[in-house]
């Protein structure tokens, strides 16, 4: 005797969960140039590692002598894989049953799947295409009442978010519950034209009148006009917008190159076979020396740091300050850099509540911060001050003084008032390098002298051959060697030692983080 017959019919349920929602509507997905879960996760995930978990579960239907007829699978695939050698929980929602809304065991498997990942110690992916909620109109006539919503397991989520990283890519249109497992991430992701994200999609806004309407002229128009990717990875609801979904998937895996699996294991260092003593000629003439003028933050990154090793994220919104993962001698570390070409480097409320993010991204994951400085200040204006800049500024001075990790700054020309200030934890030791064209201050001086001198200048004969004195009186005063005589800053170095010095600082970083183990 043996269990051939079970096996047998185990063998039967298999093939229909891989049907999917059926031939029909998996070649609807692919039509409208999406891949079908299955495909998602064979694509995400090292080759043949992906173990599924749960994958008969779903509807079924029996014929009169109670025996199997058919099963429609559960729209939420699961399981434990690999990525980059290393385990990972893998989901993924499936668009072609029920447009990816909850089914049969759903709930269970999502709160299972959300469970495995903070009681294992396993980073998460989710790959979102639907509402992943669960009911619609006819489910409460189905149900025969209403309810107050709740969604089960949620508190796993918020857990995971304390525990492990966690990424989502939007590959479809997401919208309520769907939309809120993309945003409870570290890294989120779209795909252009591919990817909605909604409170609630069109046919619900047109539904409660004109006040909420656009004017598409489809539906497909009115969904990338409601939650596209344009809207949302400029707003800072999603980090990064990508043209294809195998960009998605390779953006995936490169964060989590640089994270360690869970909260309290050290990230690793990868092999480093840039030279950590490399001197870039081109920092030496980076800087202009008009201060009016700009130049790229990213081609100093690009000098700075390992080669090849910067991964930016969140690079269309907050656009004042350059948020990265990077690494230095193969050590990884997150990268905050001023972007002088936008606002000139000033930060206003979208980059303050960026860099908070970002900062809080470090301190839970124990990745060292290098902040790259070119700060003139918080926005100022009607305009910021109705955005509310001064609290998202402090917010994120706050999160800057409450990181507990290493951080090192390099100033590389302005740092003025209390946006100054929030670059790096004063009262810490200061591992702070300034560059020969460093400009500091409670204030920019060019902007203050006709106020502080006003009585002088309306007295002069010749106000203007005045401004020019005192202009060239100060100008010494500011000179950044002046601050470094009374040790305002540590050292002033040559641009062309910021590699090498910075990789030192990653190795002192590292050997104080691992000593936390």
Request: aromatic fraction near 8%; glycine fraction near 10%.
């Amino acid at each position: 005797m043996t269990w051939a017959k079970e096996l047998e019919e185990l063998r039967a349920r298999e093939a229909l969960a891989e049907q999917m929602g059926g031939a029909d509507k998996v070649a609807r997905q692919h039509g409208r140039g999406k891949m079908d879960a299955r495909a998602r996760l064979a694509a995400l995930c090292d080759e043949g590692s992906f173990r599924e978990i749960g994958k008969i579960a779903g509807s079924a239907k029996y014929d009169a002598n109670r025996d199997l007829a058919h099963v429609t699978p559960a729209p939420f695939l699961f399981g434990k894989a690999l990525i980059n050698g290393r385990p990972v929980v893998a989901t993924a929602d499936d668009f072609t049953i029920r447009g990816g809304a909850a089914d049969a065991g759903i709930a269970r498997k999502m709160v299972q799947a959300e469970r495995m990942a903070h009681e294992l110690k396993l980073p998460i992916i989710r790959m979102i295409d639907g509402t992943g909620g669960g009911g619609s109109v006819k489910t409460l006539e189905q149900i025969g009442a209403t309810y107050i919503p709740a969604v089960p397991g949620w508190g796993d989520v918020v857990t995971n978010l304390d525990t492990v990283p966690v990424v989502a890519l939007a590959l479809g249109p997401t919208a309520g519950l769907g939309a809120a497992r993309t945003v409870a991430s570290h890294y989120s992701i779209m795909v252009k034209g591919l990817s909605q994200i909604f409170a609630a999609g069109p046919a619900v806004v047109d539904g409660l009148g004109d006040a909420y309407k656009g004017d598409a002229a489809s539906h497909e128009e009115a969904k990338e006009r409601l939650g596209g990717s344009e809207i949302h990875t400029r707003n800072g609801v999603v980090d990064d917008e990508v043209a294809s979904e195998a960009e998605a998937f390779a953006r995936a895996r490169h964060f989590l190159s640089f994270m360690p699996e869970y909260v309290g294991q050290p990230a690793r260092r990868s092999l480093c076979t840039d030279p950590v003593h490399r001197k870039e000629e081109a920092l030496l003439s980076l800087v202009p020396r008009d201060p009016k003028q700009v130049y790229s933050m990213r081609r100093c990154m690009e000098m700075v740091f390992d080669s090849g090793t910067v991964f930016e994220i969140g690079k269309h919104w907050g656009r004042a300050a350059i948020t990265a993962l990077a690494r230095l001698d193969g050590w990884p570390v997150c990268v905050i850099a001023s972007d002088p070409s936008y606002l000139g480097g000033s930060w206003e409320a979208k980059t303050s509540e960026k860099v908070e993010r970002f900062v809080k991204l470090a301190d839970q994951f124990r990745l060292p911060i290098v902040h790259l400085v070119d700060n003139p200040g918080f926005m100022i204006g009607r305009e910021a001050e109705m955005a509310g800049t001064i609290r998202y500024g402090v917010n994120a001075m706050n999160v800057i003084y409450r990181a507990t990790v290493p951080l090192a700054s390099i100033v590389l020309r302005r740092a003025y008032g209390i946006a100054g200030s929030a670059m790096s934890n004063a009262e810490r030791y200061q591992y702070r390098y300034c560059w020969p064209s460093g400009d500091w201050g409670s204030l920019p001086i060019a902007g203050g002298l006709e106020v502080a001198y006003k009585s002088e200048l309306e007295a002069a004969d010749d106000p203007a051959a005045l401004l020019g004195e005192i202009r060239e009186r100060l100008a010494k005063v500011t000179s950044p060697f002046r601050s470094a005589e009374r040790f305002n800053v540590e050292d002033i170095i040559d641009p062309r030692d910021t590699r090498p010095l910075l990789c030192e600082f990653a190795g002192l970083a590292w050997r104080k983080l691992e000593s936390e183990r």
